[in-house]
């Protein structure tokens, strides 16, 4: 539907093949090969983890590399890929403080435009002492709305101990992606499994051995800064991963996981794995992690709140909302109180999105959710972890807060409205109306699930009528934690066209097979 091509152009190719060999000479393997980056004692500074951009707007975005050692991040842009012409960027001093990460921020880009960067490493001692350039690319947000804007989304990586496979070539999904040549991916959350242990081998129910790459880091539950650090680090050794990093551009959010299995703040664990049991200061080093290993822009200003929920503008046609369900909630609990001001995102951020879904111009506003909102997601026998708490009737504690917003949007009359998550590891469409529903006060809306992206799969999870859902469509296994030599992985798609402003959905398997399609109409207030 929008004017973007998914054939991956021949000049980007030229750009990956030179980041990809860049990283494959640093580790001194092939660049299909999974290995660990050597940190050599002498030398010059080497970027063999890859490099990626982040939270990319018309004008804007963010470059992110990992050094070797102490070093100096230069960023050159250009138009071409012969970087003839250059602008310089230059960037932080990266040590031991972020784990050698750093991320420069790019202004006064052209809009629309296909922008090729390499990242140079320096010696801070000795300037003119650099590594070999690592070379990546990405599009800018277009200012123009009949350009159109073609994104993925999925989440869930590394999950339930199936990890990095060399014998079916690791996160195959990654490359499936890349092949589609998105304008941006957006990444649902669960972007690492700190909880889970990635053993050498696990024996499948019909007797085939899935094999893992293995690290020190994925060998435990993740407690210290350094081990948040090294389950990061470990989907970096995919390089799948690394080539998709180097072409698309990423929306990064957080859920459970980048923590430990269905957290919330101020809770006190009693797992024995665990020698830390208050999870904030968990959390802590968690989010220290991941904005060092992502480039996130609100975890990156200067001066402003770290802060995952943000508004990501990609031209006229779109505005990106990413939310955080995780950090601002209450407990988990039975979710059956009559009075819930804290909810699932907290009183300020429902204020937050209040006020930035009211100030949007764009076409479509796609509200990025890391937990679905009618799905029933448990947390023990007696607690709910996500939204919905299997109740039918009138909207009751997290589900208070959810109420409100869509009263919000409704009374606004605030149009092209819809969400996308990921959590549950499978793939569906749920369609929300007032007709259906306890509580009525709301306009329709869909929501879409995708995912897992690299982890196991999980049958479906009940419905709960509060807003009315209609499951259109659902693709999950029979049983739990099925691999993905079991199951295969899913992705989603999001095509705006310029001319029409039909966004079009598609619930994407790996292998290529689209399962489920849907073309939503603008200018409207509910679907």
């Not at 963010?62 to 890929?81: F, K, Q």
């Not at 869909?446 to 799969?457: H, N, Q, R």
């Not at 999001?494 to 402003?501: P, Q, W």
Request: glycine content about 10%; proline content about 7%; some cysteine.
């Amino acid at each position: 539907m929008s004017h973007r091509t998914p054939a991956t152009p021949p000049a980007r190719r030229t750009v990956l093949r030179g980041s990809l060999a860049a990283s494959a000479a640093a580790l001194g393997v092939g660049a299909g090969a999974f290995a660990t980056p050597a940190l050599a004692l002498s030398g010059r500074p080497s970027a063999a983890w890859g490099v990626q951009t982040g939270d990319v707007t018309a004008h804007a975005g963010l470059v992110w590399v990992r050094s070797d050692r102490p070093a100096r991040m230069i960023v050159e842009t250009s138009s071409g890929e012969s970087f003839r012409r250059v602008h310089r960027h230059y960037g932080p001093l990266l040590g031991p403080g972020t784990d050698f990460t750093g991320t420069t921020a790019l202004r006064g880009l052209p809009a629309g435009e296909q922008i090729h960067y390499r990242v140079t490493l320096a010696d801070p001692d000795d300037p003119r002492r650099t590594g070999e350039p690592v070379t990546g690319t990405f599009r800018t947000a277009p200012d123009r709305r009949r350009d159109g804007v073609r994104f993925l989304w999925s989440g869930d990586i590394a999950g339930q101990g199936w990890g990095i496979n060399p014998d079916i070539g690791g996160f195959r999904a990654y490359e499936e992606m890349r092949r589609l040549n998105p304008d941006f991916f957006l990444c649902s959350g669960d972007t690492i499994y700190a909880d889970g242990v990635i053993q050498p081998s696990v024996t499948l129910p019909d007797g085939r051995v899935w094999r893992n790459v293995t690290t020190p880091e994925k060998s435990k539950v993740a407690e210290t800064l350094d081990e948040y650090r090294g389950n990061f680090r470990y989907n970096l050794l995919d390089h799948n991963v690394r080539a998709f990093n180097a072409q698309v551009p990423s929306i990064v959010q957080w859920d459970d996981h980048e923590v430990r299995n269905n957290w919330y703040p101020g809770q006190i664990l009693d797992d024995p794995r665990y020698t830390e049991k208050d999870v904030d200061v968990l959390a802590a080093r968690a989010s220290r992690a991941f904005g060092e290993y992502f480039p996130v822009s609100t975890l990156h200003a200067r001066g402003a709140e770290r802060r995952m929920n943000r508004v990501v503008r990609y031209g006229p046609l779109l505005d990106v909302f990413v939310l955080d369900m995780r950090s601002y909630r209450n407990a988990n609990s039975p979710g059956r109180q009559a009075d819930d001001t804290t909810g699932i995102l907290g009183a300020e951020q429902l204020e937050w999105l209040k006020r930035e879904l009211s100030r949007s111009r764009a076409v479509w506003k796609v509200l990025a959710a890391d937990m679905p909102l009618g799905l029933v997601v448990t947390d023990g026998a007696t607690d709910f972890e996500a939204v919905a708490q299997g109740d039918p009737g009138a909207p009751l504690g997290r589900e208070l807060q959810i109420a409100e917003l869509l009263r919000f949007v409704k009374h606004r009359r605030i149009t092209g409205t819809l969400w996308l998550t990921a959590d549950v590891h499978y793939t569906s469409a749920q369609h929300y109306a007032p007709e259906r529903a306890a509580f009525k006060d709301f306009a329709p809306f869909w929501e879409f699930v995708s995912g897992p992206l690299a982890a196991g799969g999980f049958p479906a999870n009940k419905l709960d009528a509060t807003f009315g859902p209609d499951r259109v469509f659902v693709r999950a296994p029979e049983r739990a934690n099925l691999s993905p030599m079991e199951t295969p992985q899913y992705f989603g798609e999001v095509d705006i066209d310029g001319d029409s402003g039909e966004l079009t959905v598609r619930l994407r398997a790996e292998g290529g097979t689209v399962l489920f399609s849907k073309v939503l109409q603008p200018g409207r207030v509910g679907q």
